[in-house]
């Protein structure tokens, strides 16, 4: 049985094996993926083919960061079989590359474009970033109201007019005082 790729695909395969570590990657990804069987692999069946042949052939190896092997698949029910398997495959990864430290799999689905973060550190401070952006827009906005308020409606509706009078008084205060200051 042949694989037939799309030229798109071939194309991202070569362009992803310009090193010779990747390609010891993917090569191995495949072998120790290929040897994942099940007890239904041993059926009279001819025509069945091996659970890992076939997560070999429908998982590639996308990128390797901080000891995390970043995986992508076509159907979310592939990433269930590799997580069920994945302390084979970590131990089958370690033995044949252990230089590379790689500890975990993470796992996406084809065109989600997920991917391995550079360092906790970085996506902290990006977190914390996208925080202090949105703290300062509603902060804005909240700014925006209040002087909106201020300046449509010397009155807060549903209050005896005694107490509109004291809060009236007391803002006016606050601002003789505020400009003496």
Do not use: C
């Not at 300046?151 to 505020?178: R, V, W």
Request: hydrophobic share 35%.
């Amino acid at each position: 049985m042949s694989e037939v790729i799309s030229t798109k695909n071939m194309f991202d395969f070569v362009a992803r094996m310009n090193t010779s570590s990747e390609a010891k990657v993917l090569n191995v990804w495949r072998n120790v993926v290929s040897k994942i069987r099940t007890s239904h692999d041993n059926e009279d069946d001819e025509k069945r083919i091996p659970i890992g042949e076939r997560l070999a052939s429908n998982t590639r190896v996308i990128n390797l960061k901080n000891g995390v092997l970043l995986v992508e698949t076509d159907h979310a029910g592939w990433i269930q079989y590799l997580k069920v398997y994945q302390k084979f495959i970590l131990k089958g990864l370690k033995m044949a590359l252990p230089e590379l430290n790689i500890n975990t799999l993470a796992f996406r689905i084809a065109g989600t474009g997920v991917d391995l973060s550079e360092s906790y550190e970085d996506t902290l401070e990006k977190a914390r970033s996208s925080f202090e952006k949105k703290m300062d827009n509603d902060e804005a906005k909240l700014n925006k109201r209040l002087n909106s308020a201020e300046n449509n409606s010397s009155t807060i509706s549903g209050l005896p007019p005694e107490l509109n009078k004291i809060f009236e008084d007391m803002k006016q205060s606050m601002k003789d005082s505020s400009q003496q200051g």
